[in-house]
């Protein structure tokens, strides 16, 4: 019979004993201390393999894992940046405002962004926040040009705020090339009401 190589050990003739395949007068296959051997020659074992092909596993695993959560991170993100807009233009198309209004806040303006930034999660911290905050009013006749100015939030005219570039951290930085972080953006208008006794609040 032509020799065959084992893993782990030498070139053996296998020859046939009593119906069973024996190498060098002793069975092909025997034990030692829990180990298989042939011919006194210990066999390649595979221990420690599990732990290889966890090791191998892993990674790809836990990449699946932040590319879940990351996804779900920045649509929850977006979802409140959107609310956080719809509830500015609620707010601002009644023209009300508190008296007195909140340390800090000027004008109805001032009072619409505080609005939105309360209502965006912490997605909009500080001044920095505050920022990227854009109200716009426009002509419901023309939509190309902004008005500015007093009287620009008169019931009629149309309001639009939107946040442009807000920053949101993801949790392992696997949806993009670079950078741990992405920025979104949110927008929403409606049409203003009527001001209380026909004017308009300042801006």
């Not at 069973?20 to 007068?25: E, K, L, N």
């Not at 210990?42 to 732990?51: H, N």
């Not at 426009?138 to 902004?146: I, K, L």
Request: include cysteine; aromatic fraction near 4%.
């Amino acid at each position: 019979m032509a020799p065959i190589k084992l893993p782990g050990s030498p070139t053996l003739a296998i020859q046939m004993k009593n119906g069973h395949p024996t190498a060098c007068g002793l069975p092909l296959l025997n034990a030692h201390n829990g180990h298989p051997t042939a011919c006194g020659l210990p066999l390649a074992d595979e221990t420690g393999s599990e732990l290889v092909e966890f090791a191998l596993l892993l990674l790809p695993l836990m990449a699946v894992v932040f590319v879940i959560m990351d996804i779900a991170w920045v649509c929850f993100a977006q979802e409140s940046l959107q609310h956080a807009v719809q509830t500015g233009v609620r707010s601002a198309i009644t023209s009300y405002l508190p008296s007195p209004l909140p340390a800090g806040v000027t004008g109805q303006d001032g009072y619409i962004k505080s609005i939105v930034q309360q209502n965006a999660m912490g997605f909009l911290p500080g001044t920095d926040g505050l920022n990227k905050i854009t109200i716009n009013y426009y002509s419901p006749s023309n939509f190309t040009r902004v008005l500015t100015g007093n009287g620009s939030n008169t019931g009629g005219n149309v309001i639009e705020i939107s946040i442009q570039g807000a920053s949101v951290s993801l949790l392992g930085p696997v949806l993009v090339d670079s950078g741990t972080s992405v920025a979104l953006n949110a927008v929403s208008s409606d049409v203003m009401e009527g001001s209380p006794n026909g004017i308009p609040p300042a801006r």
